[in-house]
Protein backbone atom coordinates (compact mmCIF):
# COMPACT_ATOMS: atom_id res chain seq x y z
CA UNK A 1 0.00 0.00 0.00
CA UNK A 2 1.33 3.17 -1.12
CA UNK A 3 1.92 5.43 2.33
CA UNK A 4 1.14 9.26 2.18
CA UNK A 5 2.86 10.86 -0.93
CA UNK A 6 4.00 14.44 -1.23
CA UNK A 7 5.28 16.55 -4.25
CA UNK A 8 7.66 17.94 -4.83
CA UNK A 9 9.75 17.12 -2.63
CA UNK A 10 12.07 19.84 -2.88
CA UNK A 11 11.35 23.50 -4.31
CA UNK A 12 13.23 26.93 -3.86
CA UNK A 13 11.26 30.03 -4.06
CA UNK A 14 12.26 33.46 -3.55
CA UNK A 15 11.36 35.94 -1.52
CA UNK A 16 7.10 37.52 -2.18
CA UNK A 17 6.24 34.66 -4.07
CA UNK A 18 3.61 32.18 -3.51
CA UNK A 19 4.23 28.29 -3.54
CA UNK A 20 1.78 25.68 -3.69
CA UNK A 21 2.79 21.90 -1.85
CA UNK A 22 0.52 18.61 -2.58
CA UNK A 23 -0.22 16.10 -0.13
CA UNK A 24 -1.89 12.65 -1.15
CA UNK A 25 -3.09 10.73 2.20
CA UNK A 26 -3.09 6.80 2.59
CA UNK A 27 -6.12 5.36 0.75
CA UNK A 28 -9.17 5.55 3.24
CA UNK A 29 -7.92 8.28 5.33
CA UNK A 30 -9.80 10.86 5.26
CA UNK A 31 -8.31 13.76 7.93
CA UNK A 32 -5.17 15.41 6.27
CA UNK A 33 -2.64 17.56 9.20
CA UNK A 34 -0.05 19.67 8.10
CA UNK A 35 3.34 20.72 9.91
CA UNK A 36 6.14 22.84 9.73
CA UNK A 37 9.38 21.37 10.62
CA UNK A 38 12.54 24.35 11.13
CA UNK A 39 15.64 23.00 11.01
CA UNK A 40 16.89 21.90 14.66
CA UNK A 41 12.86 21.73 15.88
CA UNK A 42 10.11 19.47 15.97
CA UNK A 43 7.26 19.57 13.44
CA UNK A 44 4.81 22.44 14.37
CA UNK A 45 1.26 22.11 13.51
CA UNK A 46 -0.28 24.52 10.67
CA UNK A 47 -3.38 23.08 9.48
CA UNK A 48 -6.11 19.66 10.14
CA UNK A 49 -8.87 19.37 7.15
CA UNK A 50 -11.61 16.92 7.41
CA UNK A 51 -14.24 15.91 4.97
CA UNK A 52 -13.02 19.76 3.31
CA UNK A 53 -13.44 21.33 6.62
CA UNK A 54 -10.67 23.28 8.33
CA UNK A 55 -10.78 21.19 12.02
CA UNK A 56 -7.94 22.75 12.87
CA UNK A 57 -5.69 26.00 12.53
CA UNK A 58 -1.87 26.35 14.77
CA UNK A 59 -0.43 29.76 15.18
CA UNK A 60 0.80 30.62 11.85
CA UNK A 61 -0.30 33.94 9.76
CA UNK A 62 -2.88 34.57 7.00
CA UNK A 63 -0.14 33.92 4.34
CA UNK A 64 -0.40 29.95 5.41
CA UNK A 65 -3.80 28.42 3.77
CA UNK A 66 -4.76 24.97 2.75
CA UNK A 67 -7.59 23.16 1.18
CA UNK A 68 -9.24 19.67 1.11
CA UNK A 69 -10.01 18.58 -2.52
CA UNK A 70 -13.29 15.32 -2.25
CA UNK A 71 -10.84 12.50 -3.30
CA UNK A 72 -9.13 13.75 0.14
CA UNK A 73 -5.89 14.90 -1.36
CA UNK A 74 -4.77 18.18 -0.02
CA UNK A 75 -2.71 21.44 -0.59
CA UNK A 76 -0.96 24.33 1.56
CA UNK A 77 -0.30 27.35 0.18
CA UNK A 78 1.78 30.52 1.24
CA UNK A 79 1.86 33.53 0.10
CA UNK A 80 4.76 36.12 0.16
CA UNK A 81 6.89 33.78 0.83
CA UNK A 82 9.90 35.10 3.74
CA UNK A 83 13.08 33.59 4.35
CA UNK A 84 12.21 32.35 7.58
CA UNK A 85 9.15 29.71 5.85
CA UNK A 86 12.53 28.00 4.55
CA UNK A 87 11.62 24.68 6.49
CA UNK A 88 9.81 20.94 6.49
CA UNK A 89 6.54 20.79 5.30
CA UNK A 90 4.90 17.57 6.70
CA UNK A 91 1.83 15.95 5.50
CA UNK A 92 0.14 13.08 7.79
CA UNK A 93 -2.85 11.61 7.43
CA UNK A 94 -5.39 9.64 9.71
CA UNK A 95 -8.52 7.89 8.81
CA UNK A 96 -10.66 9.92 10.82
CA UNK A 97 -10.11 13.29 12.93
CA UNK A 98 -10.13 11.96 16.25
CA UNK A 99 -7.60 9.56 15.51
CA UNK A 100 -4.31 9.34 17.35
CA UNK A 101 -2.05 7.62 14.98
CA UNK A 102 -0.77 10.52 12.59
CA UNK A 103 1.21 8.37 9.21
CA UNK A 104 3.50 10.77 7.64
CA UNK A 105 4.94 11.26 4.62
CA UNK A 106 8.22 12.70 3.82
CA UNK A 107 7.46 16.16 3.17
CA UNK A 108 8.45 18.53 1.03
CA UNK A 109 11.72 20.93 1.60
CA UNK A 110 11.44 24.16 1.21
CA UNK A 111 14.40 27.10 0.63
CA UNK A 112 13.14 30.74 0.48
CA UNK A 113 16.45 33.20 -1.13
CA UNK B 1 -0.74 26.68 25.92
CA UNK B 2 0.55 23.54 25.54
CA UNK B 3 4.67 23.03 24.97
CA UNK B 4 6.51 19.66 25.18
CA UNK B 5 10.71 19.90 26.30
CA UNK B 6 12.75 17.36 25.42
CA UNK B 7 15.92 17.36 28.02
CA UNK B 8 18.57 16.22 25.43
CA UNK B 9 19.42 17.06 21.78
CA UNK B 10 22.52 14.72 21.05
CA UNK B 11 22.85 11.41 23.08
CA UNK B 12 25.83 9.42 22.06
CA UNK B 13 26.01 5.75 23.34
CA UNK B 14 27.48 2.31 22.46
CA UNK B 15 25.76 -0.43 21.52
CA UNK B 16 24.05 -2.38 24.09
CA UNK B 17 23.95 0.96 26.98
CA UNK B 18 20.97 1.61 28.11
CA UNK B 19 18.28 4.74 26.82
CA UNK B 20 16.48 7.27 28.65
CA UNK B 21 15.55 10.03 26.95
CA UNK B 22 13.28 12.45 28.65
CA UNK B 23 10.34 14.66 28.16
CA UNK B 24 8.14 16.66 30.13
CA UNK B 25 5.24 18.31 28.84
CA UNK B 26 3.10 21.65 30.40
CA UNK B 27 -0.77 20.65 30.07
CA UNK B 28 -3.16 20.85 33.05
CA UNK B 29 -6.02 18.73 31.21
CA UNK B 30 -6.15 15.15 30.05
CA UNK B 31 -3.06 13.94 27.76
CA UNK B 32 -2.50 11.76 25.22
CA UNK B 33 1.42 11.20 25.17
CA UNK B 34 3.63 9.93 21.97
CA UNK B 35 7.05 9.26 20.95
CA UNK B 36 8.00 9.48 17.02
CA UNK B 37 10.91 8.27 15.95
CA UNK B 38 12.74 9.09 12.79
CA UNK B 39 15.10 7.06 10.91
CA UNK B 40 18.05 8.75 8.67
CA UNK B 41 16.31 9.08 5.44
CA UNK B 42 12.86 7.96 6.20
CA UNK B 43 9.69 10.16 7.48
CA UNK B 44 8.48 10.45 11.06
CA UNK B 45 6.78 6.91 12.48
CA UNK B 46 5.05 6.06 15.65
CA UNK B 47 6.93 4.47 18.51
CA UNK B 48 4.61 4.46 21.47
CA UNK B 49 1.44 5.91 22.85
CA UNK B 50 -0.38 6.70 25.58
CA UNK B 51 -3.86 7.37 26.09
CA UNK B 52 -4.90 5.65 29.49
CA UNK B 53 -4.59 3.00 31.78
CA UNK B 54 -1.05 1.39 32.91
CA UNK B 55 1.34 4.59 32.71
CA UNK B 56 4.15 1.52 31.19
CA UNK B 57 3.47 1.56 27.70
CA UNK B 58 5.75 -0.74 25.69
CA UNK B 59 6.21 0.15 21.86
CA UNK B 60 8.32 -1.18 18.62
CA UNK B 61 11.64 -2.67 18.59
CA UNK B 62 11.97 -3.14 22.41
CA UNK B 63 11.30 0.75 23.49
CA UNK B 64 8.88 1.62 26.48
CA UNK B 65 7.55 4.81 28.01
CA UNK B 66 6.51 5.74 31.64
CA UNK B 67 4.00 8.21 32.30
CA UNK B 68 4.65 10.24 36.08
CA UNK B 69 1.48 12.48 35.92
CA UNK B 70 2.67 14.08 38.93
CA UNK B 71 5.84 15.11 37.15
CA UNK B 72 4.09 15.63 34.35
CA UNK B 73 7.13 13.14 31.82
CA UNK B 74 6.45 10.64 29.38
CA UNK B 75 10.49 9.61 29.26
CA UNK B 76 11.33 6.66 26.86
CA UNK B 77 13.79 4.09 27.73
CA UNK B 78 15.05 1.17 26.13
CA UNK B 79 17.41 -1.36 27.79
CA UNK B 80 19.80 -2.23 25.54
CA UNK B 81 20.38 0.10 22.28
CA UNK B 82 21.29 -1.35 19.26
CA UNK B 83 23.32 0.44 16.31
CA UNK B 84 19.49 0.46 14.45
CA UNK B 85 18.37 2.63 16.78
CA UNK B 86 20.19 5.58 15.58
CA UNK B 87 17.60 8.06 14.78
CA UNK B 88 16.01 11.34 15.81
CA UNK B 89 13.00 10.52 18.59
CA UNK B 90 10.27 12.99 19.13
CA UNK B 91 8.24 13.21 22.25
CA UNK B 92 4.42 14.87 21.10
CA UNK B 93 1.17 15.89 22.99
CA UNK B 94 -2.18 16.31 22.21
CA UNK B 95 -4.85 17.39 24.28
CA UNK B 96 -7.35 14.22 24.92
CA UNK B 97 -10.35 16.28 23.78
CA UNK B 98 -10.44 14.62 20.10
CA UNK B 99 -7.35 16.88 19.00
CA UNK B 100 -6.05 13.98 16.87
CA UNK B 101 -4.43 15.40 14.40
CA UNK B 102 -2.96 18.54 16.41
CA UNK B 103 0.22 16.88 18.19
CA UNK B 104 2.58 19.42 19.61
CA UNK B 105 6.34 17.97 19.48
CA UNK B 106 9.05 18.79 21.21
CA UNK B 107 12.47 19.72 19.55
CA UNK B 108 13.51 16.35 19.13
CA UNK B 109 16.30 14.41 20.69
CA UNK B 110 19.27 13.25 17.92
CA UNK B 111 20.16 9.88 19.03
CA UNK B 112 23.60 8.12 17.48
CA UNK B 113 24.19 4.68 18.76
CA UNK B 114 28.44 3.58 18.06
CA UNK B 115 29.01 0.05 17.12
Known amino acids: DAGVTQSPTHLIKTRGQHVTLRCSPI?????VSWYQQVLGQGPQFIFQYYEKEERGRGNFPDRFSARQFPNYSSELNVNALLLGDSALYLCASSPLPGEEKLFFGSGTQLSVL | AQSVSQHNHHVILSEAASLELGCNYS??????LFWYVQYPGQHLQLLLK??????LVKGIKGFEAEFIKSKFSFNLRKPSVQWSDTAEYFC?????????????FGQGTELSVKP
Open chain 2, 50 to 55: YFSGDP
Open chain 2, 27 to 32: YGGTVN
Open chain 1, 27 to 31: SGHKS
Open chain 2, 92 to 104: AVNAGDNQGGKLI
